[in-house]
């Protein structure tokens, strides 16, 4: 297949940080009442998730509610001993950001019965009973798909012949998982000319995302026109995975990521890669004010969703200096 070229593609949405300014009620109820929240994240697998879990931090310090925080280290059955230990210890609301989607019925059903709300962040869940949780505060996964599958149409439509893509999954039964894969095999359906020729999971880390572009790289090497990562970190592995065996990233093979965090720019700026999804971290402004209202008994949205856009390389540089994570 002739060498794929890049072409210019818009951002979708003018702004990468995440305003969310607080509404004079929600002003009001923190300042009359300090809220005690238990924060289960799941881990620091990361530059998104650190970023997500300093949000939180400061975001719940500024609104002088103590947080109680609970590191996972990429493990479900650590959140859901931090949500037990929150219950015991009558927290006013429990935010999780829940690792997988399935698991959670019995000890949300626990919180539920203790009437603690839980809001959901940055993952969603799938349990029988859906009033076990408040409110969920993210991102539309499957739509990230979708913008990440079309500007692969967009930037290949001018080049001919089969377009071999490899695909390095999230971590295996995680919404942002299931929903990007969804999104973006639901764009490229129909069009045979664009091939998932290898998937398979990178665990949302650097590390392994470079084990697995080796492997793929050994069984398919230069049959594969382009990646697309899950998350940034994934990439970035990956594209050391394709420099060490003489391939150049960004060129030889196109390099699609999710999450538009500060060493997706630098890749992109140094021609490493080609475009990042935006999935916004800075979540902790819309999750202290969701907690002041469900700590006042308020109806919520059941989806909070944030503002992200689509970042190519031909834009990295100017929007680089914007970046806060």
Not at 220 to 249: C, F, R, S, T, W
């Amino acid at each position: 297949m002739r060498q794929l070229q890049r072409r210019t593609f818009t951002v979708i949405l003018a702004g990468a940080g995440l305003a969310a300014a607080w509404s004079p009620l929600a002003r009001a109820q923190a300042a009359g009442k300090k809220l005690v929240i238990g924060f289960a994240q799941t881990g620091a697998e990361s530059e998104w998730r650190t970023a997500n879990t300093e949000s939180v931090k400061a975001a719940a310090k500024a609104a002088g509610h103590e947080l109680k925080f609970s590191d996972a280290q990429q493990k479900q059955e650590n959140q859901i001993k931090a949500i037990r230990s929150f219950i015991t210890q009558k927290v006013d609301v429990i935010i999780l950001a829940p690792l997988v989607t399935t698991g959670w019925d019995t000890v949300l059903k626990e919180a539920k019965a203790a009437k603690i709300p839980v809001i959901l962040e940055s993952r969603n869940v799938v349990v029988k009973d859906t009033s076990t949780w408040t409110t969920f505060i993210g991102s539309d996964f499957v739509e990230e798909g979708r913008r990440a599958a079309q500007w692969l149409l967009d930037n290949t439509k001018n080049t001919t012949g089969t377009v071999n893509i490899v695909e390095l999954q999230g971590t295996v039964g995680s919404d942002p998982a299931i929903d990007r894969k969804k999104g973006f095999d639901e764009v490229l359906k129909g069009n045979a000319r664009y091939k998932v020729i290898r998937s398979q999971t990178g665990d949302f880390t650097r590390a392994k995302g470079k084990e697995v572009m080796e492997a793929f790289l050994k069984a398919e090497g230069k049959k594969i026109n382009v990646l697309y990562a899950h998350n940034d970190d994934m990439a970035i592995g990956a594209i050391q995975a394709i420099e060490e065996a003489g391939l150049k990233p960004g060129k030889d093979i196109l390099v699609i990521g999710v999450a538009a965090v500060k060493g997706a720019f630098e890749a992109m700026i140094a021609g490493k890669m080609n475009v990042s999804v935006e999935c916004n971290p800075l979540l902790g402004p819309q999750l202290m004010e969701a907690a002041a209202k469900a700590a006042a008994g308020q109806t919520l949205p059941r989806w909070i969703k944030t503002i992200e856009g689509v970042f190519p390389a031909e834009v990295a540089a100017k929007e680089f200096p914007n970046r806060k994570y």
